[in-house]
């Protein structure tokens, strides 16, 4: 039997708390509503995705030496992900806090992250690290590291194909100096236009993202079309209308899992974008963060997302 490809991700995997108001939400005041606790990050999540479309998958994170960081190696094991994290007793584990409304969009993220700044940069002087990097397919990294880091997952790829995620419109900055070594980069409108410094959308904010080095992206923005762009041109995918409207938290995510799984197996970017969008879908329709589905399920959900139009 022919073996799975595999990838190696570094990043975040953290305690993920989503905060829901149950009615209108009320700016400065207390508001009714419930609070969920999991396991998430912005790697962990993707890297979750990319396990359930047939990838294998190893993570290098890192975390305290609390009751939460017991819960992030659970989960991690759970995944079917090795887990290479490193430990710090005296540190807190990192942690991200969502308020969404009624709707399922976000209010507010708080981000208690300092733990990734402080501690990445060294661990990825670690032989450990380089012999997990050459025994990978891929590289699949975020921007909750910080530029050295990153700088250090570049020269230790060695021309693997190096996925990256941009986090947030603060934090993709970080990805700047790096843009011409990535293979695809993943990220919002806002992200987009943090890194190009003005608000673009289409061919122009193609062009300029190639300007800065990047050959290959793809912005999504909501319920508007997913922009995609590589060395064969730029197109766009409609996604298709949620049958409902759980939590909107992960579906970019779970995009890119299944987006870089569909890569790794081989297919184009259009193609395995196509997939991507059904993971979207998927996320949004499912309370939890990363949605569970068979392959039947899949299916379906990939059957109703439209061929990528090419951009003019």
């Keep these: 039997m022919p073996t799975s490809p595999s990838i190696l991700a570094l990043g975040g995997a953290h305690i993920d708390r989503r905060g829901q108001v149950s009615g209108t939400y009320v700016p400065a005041a207390s508001n009714p509503g419930m609070m969920r606790e999991d396991v998430g990050g912005v790697v962990f999540n993707a890297l979750r995705s990319v396990v359930r479309r047939g990838v294998s998958a190893s993570l290098i994170s890192v975390r305290g030496g609390d009751a939460a960081a017991d819960t992030v190696a659970l989960a991690i094991d759970r995944a079917g992900i090795t887990d290479l994290s490193v430990v710090f007793l005296d540190r807190a584990t990192p942690s991200y806090t969502a308020l969404i409304d009624a709707d399922g969009e976000l209010i507010l993220g708080l981000a208690d992250m300092a733990l990734y700044d402080l501690a990445f940069p ?15 397919d891929a590289v699949l990294c975020d921007a909750n590291l910080p530029t050295a880091a990153l700088e ?6 060695g021309g693997r194909p190096l996925f990256a995620i941009a986090v ?11 843009l011409d070594d990535l293979s695809l980069l993943f990220m919002n409108r806002r992200e987009a236009a943090a890194l190009v410094g003005a608000e673009l959308s289409g061919e122009p904010l193609v062009g300029r993202l190639r300007q800065a ?8 923005a909501g319920s508007a079309p997913v922009l995609g762009f590589d060395d064969t041109g730029i197109f766009e ?20 899992g299944a987006t870089v799984a569909a890569l790794l197996r081989g297919l184009p970017l259009r193609a395995a974008l196509r997939e991507g969008v059904a993971a979207a879908m998927l996320a949004i329709e499912s309370p939890e963060a990363v949605p569970s589905f068979t392959a039947g399920n899949f299916r379906q959900a990939l059957a109703l997302v439209p061929e990528a139009r090419e951009v003019a």
């Design 152 to 157: 250090r997952i570049v020269a230790l790829a």
């Design 168 to 178: 947030s419109p603060a934090k993709v900055v970080r990805l700047a100096p790096l």
């Design 237 to 256: 995918i409609d996604p298709p209308a949620p049958r409902r409207v759980a939590d909107v938290t992960g579906a970019g995510d779970a995009l890119t």
């Design 213 to 220: 080095g990047l050959g290959g992206g793809v912005v999504t």
């Design 122 to 136: 060294k661990q990825l002087r670690r032989a450990k690290v380089r012999e997990a990097i050459a025994a990978a």
